[in-house]
């Protein structure tokens, strides 16, 4: 199972960052083992780094686009879909700081249609995987 955590990053840190994903990665994943008794000054490194998300607006973007596919599901704030021909299991959930996705593929067909842009940010911290959504290799 792949977990894919999506990030907005903000303008200037995607300009300064977009020739060298891995050095962004390694600043979000110090971030995500980070202990709590240090989140303190995880807060301003995150504003530094981080647009928000109107969970509301995405959702419902998510939703009607995927609304008629029989293979999708949207309950209790998550977007499910389920397609036994292409052996795909993915749950998304909108977070205002971030998107989670989680995938038995590696091409999930949320990440594929809905979530494009150039600012965008991938990471899978257990398998150490990270890439600019606009520049994923569909």
Same mark, same amino acid.
């Given at each position: ?13 995607? +300009?300064?960052? #977009?020739?060298?994903? $891995? %050095?962004? !990665?390694?600043?979000? @994943? ?44 949207? +309950?209790?704030? #998550?977007?499910?879909? $389920? %397609?036994? !021909?292409?052996?795909? @299991? ?49």
């Amino acid at each position: 199972m792949r977990c894919f955590y999506i990030f907005k990053i903000n303008r200037e840190m995607t +300009i300064l960052t #977009k020739e060298t994903p $891995y %050095n962004l !990665y390694k600043t979000i @994943e110090g971030l995500y083992y980070l202990d709590t008794y240090d989140l303190g000054a995880s807060y301003e490194v995150y504003d530094d780094l981080f647009l928000s998300f109107d969970p509301i607006y995405v959702n419902k973007r998510i939703y009607n686009l995927f609304k008629n596919n029989r293979y999708y599901n949207y +309950i209790e704030k #998550k977007h499910i879909i $389920y %397609n036994k !021909y292409r052996g795909e @299991e993915s749950i998304l959930k909108v977070y205002p700081s971030h998107i989670i996705l989680k995938s038995n593929i590696i091409n999930p067909t949320l990440l594929l249609n809905y979530l494009n842009s150039d600012n965008l940010f991938v990471c899978d911290f257990q398998n150490k995987d990270y890439f600019w959504l606009n520049e994923f290799v569909r």
